[in-house]
């Protein structure tokens, strides 16, 4: 109970220090104090304050010694070696009282700031996210009523007989698709694409917002994968992505890319398992060997090379391993490439070369 009492009234002692300058040195942080006599004579020892008894000016007598308390504001235990500092009455006690009321009554106005401000960050967010949705609705209404009629539009299906488009047979022969003339009221915007290659397909704009629309679009009507039909710019050799917006009216910058739809075909099977180079895949079958020795997938070489060349300035691939160069002639073999496949990567080459020759 002595020693108790003496840790809850050394707090005083211990806001005094500062006009012992020998005391400061010693203050260190513990998490308890010692609990009885027996603790408090070896924490005492260890603390060794007699080692100070000499050279401190605090005290005349021999009271420079041990003690463990509470700090300033009677948040943490402390040890520290001080003079004894003897008090009456109840003026540690208040003291304490006063300390942890002024603590707590900061605490509570700090918490209650920091709810205010949790809460106005919040309402922030709702009304962002709100405004954003009320800006996505707002644009799709506006992007669909007041799209640009860059294509002739058939106004009156008694105004056309007949539209005529390629077939998707080789010998590109032409058919006739007789509209259905009994709903008077039609009215669908149409556009014509070009493949690289230069076969032309029609297909209705309606509802296409997004490259992906119209890859899905012309996907189904041309009974193409969707993989295998991409939207291209060929004159500054890039890809388009399928987030990006589509313009009607600039329609001529869109060109067709129908790929090949079974890049394995006439590759022959060694029966082994092999490392994919670019994918580091084990791939027993399907497999291309290229010039370097290393092993690859048709579909896995072109997704590289699409994701490489475009765009980037590059005039060659490299080995991702040894560094050897892949050469156009071998990327277009071992990709089992398409007609219109060869074309662009053609197409990508000399931009880039022309980019490199600039950067010079």
Same mark, same amino acid.
């Given at each position: 109970?002595?020693?108790?009492?003496?840790?809850?009234?050394?707090?005083?002692?211990?806001?005094?220090?500062?006009?012992?300058?020998?005391?400061?040195?010693?203050?260190?942080?513990?998490?308890?104090?010692?609990?009885?006599?027996?603790?408090?004579?070896?924490?005492?020892?260890?603390?060794?304050?007699?080692?100070?008894?000499?050279?401190?000016?605090?005290?005349?007598?021999?009271?420079?010694?041990?003690?463990?308390?509470?700090? #300033?504001?009677?948040?943490?235990?402390?040890?520290?070696?001080?003079?004894?500092?003897?008090?009456?009455?109840?003026?540690?006690?208040?003291?304490?009282?006063?300390?942890?009321?002024?603590?707590?009554?900061?605490?509570?106005?700090?918490?209650?700031?920091?709810?205010?401000?949790?809460?106005?960050?919040?309402?922030?967010?709702?009304?962002?996210?709100?405004?954003?949705?009320?800006?996505?609705?707002?644009?799709? #209404?506006?992007?669909?009523?007041?799209?640009?009629?860059?294509?002739?539009?058939?106004?009156?299906?008694? @105004?056309?007989?007949?539209?005529?488009?390629?077939?998707?047979?080789?010998?590109?022969?032409?058919?006739?698709?007789?509209?259905?003339?009994?709903?008077?009221?039609?009215?669908?915007?149409?556009?014509?694409?070009?493949?690289?290659?230069?076969?032309?397909?029609?297909?209705?704009?309606?509802?296409?917002?997004?490259?992906?629309?119209?890859?899905?679009?012309?996907?189904?009507?041309?009974?193409?994968?969707? #993989?295998?039909? *991409?939207?291209?710019?060929?004159?500054?050799?890039? *890809?388009?992505?399928?987030?990006?917006?589509? @313009?009607?009216?600039?329609?001529?910058?869109?060109?067709?890319?129908?790929?090949?739809?079974?890049?394995?075909?006439?590759? #022959?099977?060694?029966?082994?398992?092999?490392?994919?180079?670019?994918?580091?895949?084990?791939?027993?079958?399907?497999?291309?060997?290229?010039?370097?020795?290393?092993?690859?997938?048709?579909?896995?070489?072109?997704?590289?090379?699409?994701?490489?060349?475009?765009?980037?300035?590059?005039?060659?691939?490299?080995?991702?391993?040894?560094?050897?160069?892949?050469?156009?002639?071998?990327?277009?073999?071992?990709?089992?490439?398409?007609?219109?496949?060869?074309?662009?990567?053609?197409?990508?080459?000399?931009?880039?070369?022309?980019?490199?020759?600039?950067?010079?």
């Amino acid at each position: 109970m002595i020693s108790l009492s003496v840790i809850v009234c050394s707090i005083v002692q211990l806001a005094s220090s500062a006009s012992c300058p020998q005391s400061i040195p010693t203050v260190s942080v513990v998490p308890r104090c010692p609990s009885n006599e027996k603790e408090w004579i070896s924490a005492a020892k260890r603390k060794n304050c007699s080692a100070l008894e000499n050279c401190q000016t605090c005290s005349k007598d021999r009271s420079f010694v041990y003690h463990c308390v509470l700090n #300033k504001n009677a948040t943490e235990l402390v040890e520290v070696c001080a003079p004894i500092w003897y008090m009456s009455d109840q003026m540690c006690y208040r003291h304490i009282k006063f300390s942890t009321a002024s603590q707590s009554e900061k605490g509570e106005h700090t918490t209650f700031v920091m709810t205010v401000i949790i809460a106005v960050l919040v309402i922030l967010v709702i009304l962002v996210i709100s405004l954003l949705i009320f800006i996505r609705i707002n644009w799709k #209404k506006n992007n669909n009523s007041i799209k640009p009629r860059c294509e002739k539009i058939a106004e009156n299906v008694y @105004e056309l007989d007949e539209l005529i488009i390629e077939s998707k047979d080789d010998s590109k022969e032409i058919e006739k698709i007789s509209l259905d003339t009994t709903r008077k009221d039609v009215v669908e915007e149409v556009a014509n694409f070009v493949t690289m290659s230069g076969k032309n397909i029609l297909c209705s704009l309606k509802n296409v917002v997004t490259i992906r629309d119209l890859r899905e679009k012309l996907s189904e009507k041309e009974s193409v994968p969707l #993989k295998c039909l *991409l939207v291209v710019d060929k004159e500054n050799g890039v *890809l388009y992505q399928d987030a990006t917006v589509f @313009e009607p009216c600039k329609k001529e910058r869109y060109t067709l890319m129908v790929g090949n739809t079974n890049r394995t075909q006439g590759f #022959k099977e060694d029966g082994n398992v092999h490392t994919d180079v670019i994918s580091n895949k084990q791939i027993s079958h399907g497999k291309c060997q290229m010039c370097c020795g290393h092993f690859t997938v048709p579909e896995t070489l072109f997704d590289w090379v699409k994701d490489k060349l475009p765009g980037s300035g590059d005039v060659e691939l490299q080995c991702p391993r040894c560094s050897d160069v892949w050469e156009e002639e071998e990327l277009v073999k071992k990709c089992n490439m398409s007609e219109d496949e060869k074309l662009f990567l053609n197409c990508v080459l000399e931009v880039n070369e022309k980019t490199k020759k600039m950067k010079q």
